[in-house]
């Protein structure tokens, strides 16, 4: 028998293996974790435009456990970036850098079809997304 075809087999699970583990791994397919915000003031159902928690200890607590379990695969560790997603530590700290955190976390980011990030305000709650505000702020790098 020919070594190529000896061979074939192997190849063609390898590839078909390559191919399941890309998928299975994709972003698209990570569930939210959800956050404790027990002790933080309730904000309602309507979103506010500016950061409520900016300063908040508490805040900054629950916000950096909540970062560590749903952003941190993609955004790294301490919100430093290894290529994947944005650097958050460069969002800046006034109501431009809360605009944009709000757009982002509630629309999420598609392209050509590919989920690159859920639309997070789908998954948690206001009170939680803002914590993690609060926590990026402690991060954050002017450019």
């Known amino acids: 028998m020919n070594q190529t075809y000896r061979f074939l087999p192997c190849l063609m699970l390898t590839a078909v293996l390559s191919l399941v583990s890309t998928v299975s791994f994709s972003h698209g397919d990570v569930q939210p974790q959800a956050v404790d915000v027990t002790g933080l003031e309730p904000l309602g159902e309507d979103w506010l435009e500016e950061n409520p928690y900016r300063g908040n200890t508490k805040a900054v607590e629950i916000g950096s456990s909540a970062y560590n379990q749903n952003c941190a695969r993609c955004h790294g560790l301490d919100a430093i970036s290894g290529g994947i997603a944005p650097d958050l530590r460069y969002i800046s700290v006034d109501l431009e850098g809360d605009e944009w955190y709000v757009y ?35 991060l954050y790098v002017e450019e």
């Open 104 to 138: 982002r976390v509630r629309e999420g980011a598609i392209r050509n079809g590919i989920t690159y990030m859920p639309r997070m305000g789908d998954y948690l709650s206001q009170e939680a997304l803002w914590a993690i505000r609060a926590y990026l702020e402690t």
